[in-house]
């Protein structure tokens, strides 16, 4: 597609449950990226896909949070026995897999747990 | 540590007057630093991005600054709109291949 696409745009869940959330890189794209952003903070870096290496899995935050990516198509985030501190806008960012290229963010999906 | 450390944490501006936010990184090894601006319930949208080579560098009504010695970055925005209210977030890349360090973002809002 012409954007990063990211699915749900919202997600309510209740504590406990577990949540999927799924990013659609653009095409050709064979880096990327999952980021959080806890409202009034910074962007948080999670986990970093590049091409059919291992993932940068440094950023997350524990065990409840995994991701998967295959190939170089869509990946899912997911998150389980939410908790309500995973309350966040959750970024998907893609790019071509060069330092010098523009990456490009998704509008994100709203996590709130309740 | 690698670390981006933004100033202001929020800033409110006139419309029409002019702005400039700061830019601090610790990171090395350097690759390129970017601007980004981000409404509220969107994604970073990137303004600039500029290698250590470049000095300045324009979109727009955003001029970046960039000393990559004293690894400091400055946007300045000229005859603000209310349109730029938003969040405006320095990035900085370090070797090829490694996440971006995204420092917390100044909050801009401009009144009229």
């Known amino acids: 597609g012409a954007g990063v696409s990211q699915s749900p745009s919202n997600k309510v869940t209740e504590k406990g449950k577990d949540v999927e959330l799924r990013c659609d890189p653009i095409?050709?794209?064979?880096?990327l990226y999952w980021y959080r952003q806890r409202l009034g903070q910074g962007l948080e870096f999670l986990i970093y896909?590049?091409?059919?290496?291992?993932?940068?899995k440094s950023g997350l935050p524990s065990d409840r949070f995994s991701a998967e990516r295959t190939g170089e198509s869509v990946s899912t985030l997911t998150i389980q026995r939410t908790q309500q501190e995973d309350s966040a806008v959750y970024l998907c960012a893609s790019s071509s897999g060069t330092a010098d290229r523009g990456y490009t963010f998704g509008s994100g999906t709203r996590l709130t747990v309740v | 540590k690698n670390q981006v450390e933004q100033s202001p944490q929020s800033l409110i501006i006139l419309e029409g007057k002019n702005c400039t936010l700061q830019c601090n990184y610790t990171v090395s090894p350097f690759s390129n630093l970017r601007w980004y601006k981000q409404d509220t319930g969107r994604g970073p949208v990137s303004l600039t991005i500029m290698t250590f080579s470049e000095n300045t560098k324009s979109n727009g009504r955003y001029t970046a600054t960039l000393d990559a010695d004293t690894k400091q970055s400055s946007l300045h925005i000229t005859a603000s709109q209310l349109s730029d209210s938003a969040s405006y977030i320095c990035?900085?890349?370090?070797?090829?291949?490694?996440?971006?360090?995204f420092g917390k973002g100044t909050t801009l809002s401009v009144s009229s």
């Open positions: 896909f590049q091409g059919n290496s291992a993932p940068d």
């Open positions: 990035v900085v890349s370090g070797q090829a291949g490694t996440a971006l360090i």
């Open positions: 095409s050709g794209h064979t880096a």
